[in-house]
């Protein structure tokens, strides 16, 4: 390695280098919860950043690392979205637990729940959701989409 290496042209770097999308930042300590023991262990940065583009791969990057989604130990909600992934990854409450509640009430106890919940100060979002951040946003998110669904298809076919 040489001393004099070329002056970083990505050294405030804030879009993800795989898709270009805008990251969020995180707190380290979700990287170090969540991250592999290899992707640990190479983890040099102290600054990294969450990409939610669901076709991306990358899930934290800094200036010059960046992990992917199979270095990091539970399944990622924006980018590996099955029934079975996690959406609150605090009480665990899965995508399709959500969907199904979205469909059998207008007043989703899930989401009351969970909002409960954070109001208790009983999450660990920072810890447990890859995005380092309270999951209420796509739970919502969630409920409007499989409301969204379930009225096209009562208006067509
Ligand atoms: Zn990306």
């Known amino acids: 390695m040489g001393c004099c290496a070329a002056p970083s042209t990505h050294s405030n770097q804030t879009s993800c280098p795989k898709c270009g999308q805008a990251g969020k930042k995180v707190d380290e300590v979700t990287l170090k919860s969540l991250l592999g023991s290899s992707a640990l262990e190479r983890r040099s940065e102290t600054a990294h950043r969450f990409c939610s583009t669901p076709s991306c791969p990358v899930v934290y990057f800094g200036i010059s690392e960046s992990f992917t989604t199979d270095e990091v130990t539970v399944p990622v909600f924006q980018k590996q979205p099955g029934p079975g992934t996690p959406l609150c990854y605090c009480f665990g409450i899965k995508i399709e637990d959500v969907q199904k509640d979205a469909l059998t009430t207008d007043q989703p106890s899930i989401e009351q729940r969970i909002q409960s919940l954070v109001k208790a100060d009983r999450c ?15 739970v919502k998110e969630v409920i409007r989409a499989a409301r969204k669904t379930r009225d096209r298809e009562l208006a067509g076919a």
């Not at 660990?124 to 796509?138: H, I, K, M, V």
């Open 124 to 138: 660990a979002c920072e810890l447990r959701n890859p995005q380092g951040s309270c999951c209420l946003g796509d």
